[in-house]
C-alpha cells in the first residue's frame, strides 16, 4: 500500500489587495520601459508580424504630434498592420507637401520618405485601439526621448490582474 502526502492547497485570494501609489508607479515606469525598448524603428522593416483580426481603419500621422493632419486608410482582415505601416512611411510624400514639413533627417533635395517628418528617430511603439475598433499608432522618439500619439502624448495605465501579474489597461 502506497501513501501519499496530501499538501494542502491555500486558496487564491478572491480579493485582490489593492496596490500602492508607489508600486503602481514603479509598474507604470517598469511596463514602459519595456514598451520603449521594444519599439521598432520605422525606417528598418518589422521582425514580428501583428496582424488585424477584422476589417478597420488605421490612422497615419503625416508629421510629427501629427500637426499637419493624418492619412487614414483602410485596412482589411488579415493584413499584417507592421509591414502596412512601414511600407506606407517609405513612400515618398506629395512634392508640395513635403517643402512645408520639417524633415528632421536631412535638408538636401535628395528622396525623402514619410518617415522623416515624424521626428530623428521615429519608433512603433505598439497600437492603441480606439472605442470605434481604429487603429493609432503609439510613436517612441529615442532621441527626442517623447512618446506620442496622433496630436498628443500618451501614457500607460497598468492594473493588477486575478494573478497579481501588472497588465496594460486600455482607456
Same mark, same amino acid.
Not at 27 to 33: F, Q
Not at 44 to 52: A, D, I, K, L, M
Not at 63 to 68: D, E, I, N, R, S
Given at each position: &500500500?502506497?501513501?501519499?502526502?496530501?499538501?494542502?492547497?491555500?486558496?487564491?485570494?478572491?480579493? *485582490?489587495?489593492?496596490?500602492?501609489?508607489?508600486?503602481?508607479?514603479?509598474?507604470?515606469?517598469? /511596463?514602459?520601459?519595456? /514598451?520603449?525598448? $521594444?519599439?521598432? =524603428?520605422?525606417?528598418?522593416?518589422?521582425?514580428?508580424?501583428?496582424? %488585424?483580426?477584422?476589417?478597420?481603419?488605421?490612422?497615419?500621422?503625416?508629421?510629427? +504630434?501629427?500637426?499637419?493632419?493624418?492619412?487614414?486608410?483602410?485596412?482589411? %482582415?488579415?493584413?499584417? *498592420?507592421?509591414?502596412?505601416?512601414?511600407?506606407? @512611411? &517609405?513612400?515618398?510624400?506629395?512634392? !508640395?507637401?513635403?517643402?512645408?514639413?520639417?524633415? $528632421?533627417?536631412?535638408?538636401?533635395?535628395? /528622396?525623402?520618405?514619410?518617415?522623416?517628418? +515624424?521626428?530623428?528617430?521615429?519608433?512603433?511603439?505598439? @497600437?492603441?485601439?480606439?472605442?470605434?475598433?481604429?487603429?493609432?499608432?503609439?510613436?517612441? #522618439? =529615442? $532621441? +527626442?526621448? #517623447?512618446?506620442? &500619439? #496622433?496630436?498628443?502624448?500618451?501614457? +500607460?495605465?497598468?492594473? &493588477?490582474?486575478?494573478?497579481?501579474?501588472?497588465?496594460?489597461? !486600455? #482607456?
Amino acid at each position: &500500500m502506497k501513501v501519499e502526502k496530501i499538501e494542502q492547497h491555500t486558496p487564491v485570494p478572491s480579493v *485582490i489587495p489593492q496596490p500602492s501609489d508607489q508600486e503602481r508607479a514603479a509598474a507604470v515606469k517598469s /511596463v514602459s520601459g519595456l /514598451v520603449r525598448a $521594444f519599439a521598432w =524603428s520605422i525606417h528598418r522593416p518589422p521582425t514580428e508580424r501583428r496582424v %488585424c483580426e477584422y476589417r478597420t481603419n488605421i490612422h497615419l500621422p503625416r508629421t510629427y +504630434l501629427a500637426t499637419k493632419g493624418e492619412d487614414v486608410k483602410h485596412v482589411q %482582415c488579415g493584413t499584417d *498592420i507592421n509591414r502596412f505601416v512601414h511600407a506606407h @512611411y &517609405m513612400e515618398s510624400p506629395a512634392i !508640395e507637401e513635403e517643402k512645408e514639413w520639417t524633415n $528632421f533627417v536631412h535638408e538636401d533635395e535628395v /528622396v525623402t520618405r514619410r518617415h522623416e517628418y +515624424l521626428g530623428p528617430d521615429p519608433r512603433v511603439a505598439g @497600437y492603441f485601439f480606439d472605442k470605434n475598433g481604429e487603429i493609432h499608432i503609439r510613436w517612441w #522618439d =529615442s $532621441f +527626442l526621448k #517623447d512618446q506620442w &500619439m #496622433d496630436n498628443n502624448k500618451w501614457t +500607460l495605465n497598468v492594473a &493588477m490582474d486575478p494573478s497579481g501579474k501588472w497588465v496594460v489597461e !486600455e #482607456d
